[in-house]
């Protein structure tokens, strides 16, 4: 379960914030690609794990795009937001002094927007913990999420109880590391 949490945080992290730059720098594909992400932002995504495993198999693969599927829309909307509503009156500076896409992003956008993009962060570490269990609810043979769900339907609610509790101690962890990095950061 950790190490699927730790692979679907560090994907969905890297693509949502390419995906927002993405958006950022090319006005006309924000404006095609903005409403599709909303539109898959507001889809369940426990509905989509069975449509994961037939594309995928019933592998850890699965688990891993389903914890993605539940962090990144919401990652790339927020990041995009953030990014445009930067303060243009400094990219106009950035621009006024010739230089390009490339400085007004290394020079204004992204430092401007650490703490939202640490703050997204700290968000998206309690996601693809929720999404890991939601695809090993499904799609596994091992973890806490097999565990809760073989735990109920052969009656152990002690296993139950104490992946539930195993679950609530690696949030608390994983946020706290996230927490500490962006005190180094910051």
């Known amino acids: 379960t950790l190490a699927e949490t730790f692979a679907s945080f560090f994907l969905a992290t890297a693509v949502s914030l390419f995906t927002a730059i993405l958006l950022w ?4 594909l924000s404006e095609i690609l903005e409403p599709y992400f909303v539109i898959l932002n507001s889809l369940p995504k426990s509905a989509m794990a069975p449509i994961f495993i037939v594309w995928l198999g019933n592998n850890m693969k699965t688990i891993i795009v389903t914890a993605i599927s539940v962090a990144i829309f919401g990652s790339i909307l927020n990041l995009f937001t953030s990014f445009m509503s930067t303060d243009p009156d400094k990219l106009k500076l950035i621009r006024t002094l010739h230089g390009s896409q490339a400085d007004c992003l290394t020079k204004v956008i992204l430092p ?13 570490i309690g996601l693809c913990l929720i999404g890991v269990v939601i695809g090993e609810f499904l799609a596994a043979k091992e973890g806490l999420g097999y565990l809760i769900i073989y735990g109920s339907q052969v009656f152990k609610m002690d296993w139950v109880a104490m992946s539930i509790v195993i679950l609530c101690i690696l949030s608390v962890i994983l946020f706290k590391i996230v927490d500490f990095i962006e005190k180094i950061v910051l």
């Open 112 to 124: 401007m927007n650490l703490p939202t993009i640490l703050s997204i962060l700290k968000v998206d």
């Open 25 to 28: 720098w090319n006005n006309t």
